[in-house]
């Protein structure tokens, strides 16, 4: 019965069934595409942490190692020559880079589409 307990409460946490409403009470930024949710599940036990305090420290520790973050710009395309990523094409021009990290969450696909890449990724809201 103690292994069947520890069982179940790892793999199955403890949940709260939302509906809409309960959804964008948990997470208000939520509230203009209120008409497109159906419900959810809260797990305050799942351990994922918060999201934006982790990027946000992230970020700042990045920032401490040199990286240049050029928010406000929108992103066009990756210049590839001879099979390598060697720049990224924005409006306001072309940035040279060594190394490129697609981390656009589900925006990433498209970037990298065009080129033969195909992520298995898609928007859990339509």
Partial sequence: ????????FFF?????VL???????????????????VGGLLTPKDETGD???FTNALAAKAVELGVHFQYGTTIK?????G??????ITDGGRVDA???VAALGSYS??????????????????
């Fill in 51 to 53: 999201c934006f305090k």
């Fill in 98 to 100: 060594d190394s490129i």
């Fill in 77 to 81: 395309g990756l210049d590839v020559q």
């Fill in 83 to 88: 099979g390598q990523a060697r720049g990224v």
């Fill in 1 to 8: 019965t103690q292994s069947f307990f520890f069982f179940f």
């Fill in 109 to 126: 696909p498209l970037l990298l589409k065009p080129l033969g890449i195909r992520l298995p990724m898609y928007s859990a809201l339509i």
């Fill in 19 to 37: 509906d809409p409403d309960g959804c964008i009470r948990v997470e208000p930024a939520l509230r203009h595409v209120r008409d497109k949710i």
């Fill in 12 to 16: 199955f946490p403890p949940y709260e």
